[in-house]
């Protein structure tokens, strides 16, 4: 196996601690790069979440007088970038993305070395079976709940106020009912259009989504068709709007408009919200569990260094830098993220509780939660892919009555095991 193939043996427990080695990178003469140029890194997000990559950026040029331009992308655009820069052979030095593709797979550098020395949560990053690590994780996410806090107070309703008090879907839904009928709210929740959360949602209701078993056959078990019915009778067009996942319309804007009870996200809201909303209190609150407690978690994003760039080094020295725990810490608060290495306590400015409740969540979601995503990053670098999004493009016909609940289930397995099965 050549090691550009990541290893099946991927565990993403992000409770064990890392032994560290040391390594080493080399830097440019009096602080320049070997090109003479600035080290370009693209990235998405950064001005949303604080812009901490490009205060962290200033203060690398400041300590080193090697510049790092940030580069900021949107999100949908910023695969296909990589992507066509690989194929046009004009690479950034490094990038934050939000997953590796086997296009330019090729062209990453070893980053082993830097994330065992720092405490880099390595079972977040892509390692191959020779243990080379073509990217290391940016940060924690987390899906999480947010309540508009101003219309929860004004009904008189209240929320689980610790670990051993966990309302069960059917609790939060009346509660929020009766916001609603309280408050004159248009909508008592809104979720993003994301397999991301609706794969946290199964999971709250014993699902274990789709896995393949011994025979590689991608299958799924009795809990995931109750809890897609269950989703179905939310998205009624009152307590849910029909148009975010049938229309794609913006479930953070709506939120944000101060007429909606609840917001079913994750934790990367957390600095936008602080900084953009203004006319009511928001809170961030455990979720409910129908029986299960569990969340979608994962690396948020993939921070790599491309090769053949004449830079490889000197970006390589960044990266070294940027998770030198000191650093590191600094971009947590600035960005307001969750750490991906150990030992890393952040004191964020505002939101600390909220922070340590997706921690509290993350810790107390069950093994299959890790077991999905170990599954989903080996296949993202197998070199196989499928059209789409297939838990969330047939859960839209199912809600759109394009299909039954029966058929959605049967064309998400269909789709899984055109693409992956039989490995």
């Known amino acids: 196996m050549t090691r550009r193939h990541l290893g099946a043996g991927l565990a993403l427990s992000l409770l064990i601690p890392l032994a560290a080695c040391a390594g080493t990178t080399e830097e440019g003469a009096d602080g320049a790069t070997s090109s003479g140029e600035p080290l370009q890194f693209y990235l998405s997000g950064d001005t949303s979440q604080g812009g901490g990559y490009a205060k962290l950026a200033e203060e690398y040029a400041e300590e080193t007088g090697v ?60 390692v191959t079976d020779d243990g080379e690590a073509l990217s290391l994780p940016s940060d924690v996410t987390a899906v999480g709940l947010f309540l508009n806090k101003t219309l929860w107070e004004e009904a008189g309703e209240t929320w689980p106020q610790s670990a051993d008090d966990i309302w069960t879907w059917d609790e939060y839904v009346a509660a929020t009912k009766r916001v609603q009928e309280a408050t004159g709210a ?7 259009r994301s397999s991301h959360r609706l794969k946290s949602f199964l999971f709250q209701f014993g699902s274990e989504l789709w896995l393949p078993d011994e025979s590689g056959e991608y299958v799924t078990n009795e809990a995931t068709k109750p809890a897609l019915e269950y989703f179905k009778s939310l998205n009624d067009d009152s307590f849910m709007p029909r148009a975010v996942w049938l229309s ?83 971009l947590m608060e600035y960005s307001a993220m969750l750490p991906a290495s150990t030992g890393i306590e952040p004191e964020y400015e505002s939101n600390q509780e909220a922070f340590a409740l997706y921690n509290e969540e993350i810790a107390a979601s069950p093994e299959i939660v890790a077991r999905v ?3 989903d990053f080996r296949v993202a670098v ?42």
């Open 382 to 423: 197998s070199g196989r892919s499928v059209e789409g999004d297939p838990i969330r493009d047939e859960t839209v016909k199912y809600l759109n009555d394009e299909v039954t609940v029966d058929e959605a289930l049967d064309n998400i397995s269909t789709l899984l095991n055109d693409a992956f099965g039989g490995e």
């Open 248 to 330: 794609a319309d913006d479930p953070a804007a709506l939120f944000k408009s101060g007429n909606v009870a609840s917001y079913y996200s994750g934790s990367w809201q957390i600095a936008s919200f602080e900084a953009e909303i203004e006319d009511f209190e928001w809170v961030s609150v455990r979720m409910p569990a129908q029986p299960v407690r569990a969340t979608q978690y994962g690396n948020a994003a993939d921070v790599v260094v491309f090769e053949g760039t004449g830079q490889t080094e000197e970006a390589k020295a960044f990266v070294d830098w940027l998770y030198t725990p000191e650093n590191y810490t600094r």
């Open 186 to 192: 248009r909508y008592g929740m809104v979720m993003d």
């Open 67 to 126: 510049e790092v331009e940030v580069v900021d992308i949107a999100y949908a655009d910023l695969p296909v970038k990589i992507k066509n820069a690989a194929q046009a052979d004009d690479l950034p030095a490094l990038a934050r993305m939000p997953s590796i593709d086997p296009v330019w797979m090729d062209q990453l550098a070893d980053l082993s070395d830097i994330g065992e020395e720092h405490g880099v949560m390595m079972d977040l990053a892509a």
């Open 373 to 375: 995503k170990q599954n």
